[in-house]
């Protein structure tokens, strides 16, 4: 019995490192740039923001966030109405197609990352994964800028 | 009689232009604007846990905008644009005060506001009050709010993004909408605070 549990964990090992250069390959379709993350107080929510660019053939399809920082981490757009009155909904998938680039920026879309664990820190820096439609999760690392910061730049 | 007919038709074009005239200054009257301050009649408590209210800010230009601080987004961005237009007017707009209303007073206690404005400009105050001093206050304001979600934790406020300029006789200046160009806002502030008073 000892014997077969010690196959079965070897054998889940073998098989999650085959797995995993493959999941870094399809991860790196799309590329990052200019991450950052504003600053945040206490509890309250937090902000990341990020450009993306789809490098591969074909479309890529982000479906969320996962970070361990937050209870809850979703893909979020701020809109304005004609009447200046702004408003806050979850964003469902972004498709990219090929060659496409997205920003997330202040004003427009942002990664939420709701019940944070702890407040981040300026000059700290808090990950984020991207999920995608296929299945490939890719880490990326946002440095965190002040709460006053209106771009990567600061 | 010709020339009573030419009367009658000068008088016909009269009434016309008249009616011209009505009918556009009725297409065309600008939507409701901000009451004066002097006009406006709530009260709150500022971060620092004093009484204040809007006959408070006579005497000095005022930027007035709506908020809360569990906004990640909007409000910081918001309060970093007044931070840098007061930084570039300098002395211009040394006596300006900037009240950031709390559209979220359950969560945003004085105590909340203070930790939040001493991210900014040392001019900005953070005001909150009960929820009929604030709905007096947006009403005055000719503005909006709105709570979206019933979670206890995560809901989140819609509100008017845009910041209200006053003079420093309480009259309304002008607003300033959410994410207009820095060469289109220190403009019209500037102009506000040179303006005779109305």
Same mark, same amino acid.
């Given at each position: ?38 600053? /945040? ?5 937090? $902000? ?37 009155? /702004? ?60 709460? %006053? ?6 | 009689?010709?020339?009573? /007919?030419?009367?009658? $038709?000068?008088? $016909? ?46 005497? /000095? ?77 947006? $009403? ?32 309304? %200046? ?17 102009? %506000? ?6």
């Amino acid at each position: 019995m000892a014997l077969d549990m010690k196959t079965v964990l070897i054998a889940s090992v073998l098989g999650l490192f085959s797995v995993l250069p493959l999941m870094a390959e399809q991860a790196s379709q799309v590329t990052v740039t200019e991450p950052w993350a504003r600053a /945040s107080i206490g509890s309250r929510p937090a $902000a990341v923001y990020l450009a993306l660019t789809n490098t591969s053939q074909a479309p890529a399809t982000l479906t969320g966030l996962k970070a361990d920082a937050a209870g809850h981490a979703s893909i979020h757009r701020t809109s304005t109405d004609a009447n200046g009155v /702004s408003s806050m909904a979850p964003v469902g998938e972004i498709i990219l197609a090929p060659g496409e680039s997205i920003k997330l920026e202040p004003g427009g879309l942002h990664g939420m990352l709701m019940q944070m664990n702890a407040p981040l820190k300026k000059g700290t820096s808090v990950d984020v994964t991207l999920v995608f439609s296929d299945g490939t999760e890719q880490p990326v690392e946002f440095p965190v800028l002040g709460i %006053a910061a209106k771009g990567p730049e600061g | 009689m010709r020339i009573l /007919s030419y009367l009658g $038709a000068g008088v $016909a074009a009269a009434v016309f232009m008249l009616a011209v005239g009505w009918w556009r200054s009725v297409q065309t009257s600008p939507p409701d604007l901000p009451l004066r301050l002097g006009q406006m009649a709530f009260e709150m408590t500022d971060h620092r846990g004093n009484r204040v209210t809007p006959q408070d800010l006579l005497g /000095s230009p005022a930027m007035l905008f709506l908020g809360y601080t569990y906004c990640p987004d909007v409000c910081p961005t918001t309060l970093s644009d007044i931070t840098d237009w007061l930084e570039a007017l300098g002395d211009t707009a040394r006596d300006m005060r900037v009240v950031f209303i709390t559209v979220d007073p359950s969560r945003d206690t004085p105590e909340a506001m203070a930790e939040y404005v001493s991210y900014f400009d040392p001019r900005v105050e953070g005001w909150s009050g009960t929820k009929g001093n604030l709905d007096r206050a947006v $009403a005055a304001l000719r503005a909006r709010y709105e709570r979206v979600g019933d979670d206890l934790e995560e809901y989140a406020m819609n509100h008017t993004a845009n910041v209200f300029l006053f003079r420093s006789d309480g009259s309304y %200046a002008t607003s300033i909408d959410y994410h207009e160009p820095r060469e289109f806002a220190l403009p019209k502030v500037r102009r %506000a605070l040179n303006e005779p008073m109305k």
